[in-house]
């Protein structure tokens, strides 16, 4: 595999965790339903309760391959741009399929992508690449200064999540991003001497992934009021509600280790198909757009009913390849457009002397 190409076990394992992202939101924003005992609505657990820490996931694969780059202002405005073009775009294709579904707030939304919390992930990943250049510099102190703080700062967030819910906001998320950063930049300056097999890591994410989501089948059917039930109740909205926690930090690092201790590879499809997997996440995610998708397109008031699996599946595909192939444009003729304008070297000038 040449060196300029990408690893196409990461960019498989981005287009999986991207995968997860969508089962989860098409479960979780179709409108409300019961589980029932049955090894169909476990399935359905098992598919679409993973987007916690297949978010992690994403970050990890980003901050992996960040950490080694230099500080590029021309990739914050061409990921400002990607995220402007796709919210508006679709905030207006919204107001077209039903204006009388769509409120004012998902409107402002649209064209403020920075306000709320539809797009979070886009907004604290901005975030980080602005600050990466203040990040490098804690990265370049002493070894044993540099170890110390970024593995007892990243473990007294985790900890913190785990401990106290709904730890969520946008502040918290750009925190998490940028101990993340740290973390992934410590790790590869000073890597451990000890060496983790593989096959290790995916059988214990395999274990703890199928254990974490049977708790949340078991909460979700609701058998239960005793105290073991509210202690598994609480282990379960950790898990399925905060990045942050230690339960999904924990098996999206043993998936990530899995994939990136393969032998390299270089497979063009895959690594074609990765890269249109951020405007998947934007285009299913416009907040004006989204409640609208699932029962216009895929008529998920229908599928409430049946809880069919192999329909997310279908849907979960579906989605990843209409919106990978609507970015196609985008990528080959109105970025590098875009890229050539005066505007363009006229905003990116002057964030590198800020950032300089």
């Known amino acids: 595999m040449k060196k300029t190409e990408r690893n196409s076990n990461v960019e498989l394992l981005r287009i999986l965790s991207m995968f997860a992202i969508i089962a989860a939101h098409f ?3 179709s409108g409300t339903f019961e589980y029932t005992p049955c090894i169909n609505d476990f399935l359905l657990v098992l598919i679409g309760n993973g987007s916690r820490i ?12 960040m950490v080694d780059a230099k500080f590029s202002a021309v990739r914050i405005l061409k990921m400002y741009g990607q995220l402007y073009l796709y919210t508006s775009i679709f905030t207006i294709v919204a107001l077209i399929i039903d204006y009388k579904k769509v409120p004012l707030k998902l409107i402002v939304y649209g064209f403020m992508p920075f306000v709320g919390r539809a797009l979070w992930f886009a907004s604290s990943f901005l975030c980080l690449l602005i600050f990466k250049p203040f990040l490098d510099k804690i990265l370049q102190w002493d070894r044993k200064q540099l170890i110390s703080f970024s593995i007892l700062f990243f473990i007294f967030l985790s900890l913190l999540s785990t401990i106290l819910s709904e730890q969520q906001g946008f502040l918290c998320d750009t925190i998490w991003f940028a101990s993340v950063y740290l973390v992934v930049g410590t790790i590869k300056k000073y890597s451990p001497k000890f060496r983790w ?3 290790y890591s ?3 994410f395999g274990g703890g992934y199928i254990s974490l989501a049977s708790i949340r089948y078991i909460t979700l059917i609701n058998i239960s009021n005793s105290n073991l039930f509210k202690a598994l109740n609480r282990v379960s909205d950790v898990y399925s509600s905060d990045i942050k926690s230690l339960p999904n930090i924990l098996l999206a ?3 990530f280790h899995f994939f990136i201790t393969m032998k390299p590879r270089a497979n063009h499809f895959i690594n074609s198909a990765s890269k249109g997997t951020f405007s998947v996440y934007i285009i299913h995610q416009v907040p004006a757009f989204f409640p609208l998708l699932w029962p216009t397109f895929f008529n998920s008031e229908a599928w409430i009913l049946e809880h069919n699996v192999l329909y997310v599946i279908f849907v979960v595909v579906a989605v990843f390849t209409v919106c ?3 970015d196609i444009p985008r990528r080959k003729w109105l970025e590098p457009a875009f890229a050539k304008t005066r505007l363009f070297n006229f905003i990116t000038d002057k964030i590198e002397k800020i950032c300089d």
């Open 27 to 29: 479960c979780g924003q």
């Open 54 to 65: 297949a978010v992690n996931v994403f970050l990890l694969i980003a901050v992996w391959y």
């Open 197 to 199: 097999k593989g096959i």
């Open 202 to 204: 995916i059988i214990l």
């Open 253 to 255: 690092s043993l998936i």
């Open 324 to 326: 990978s192939i609507i």
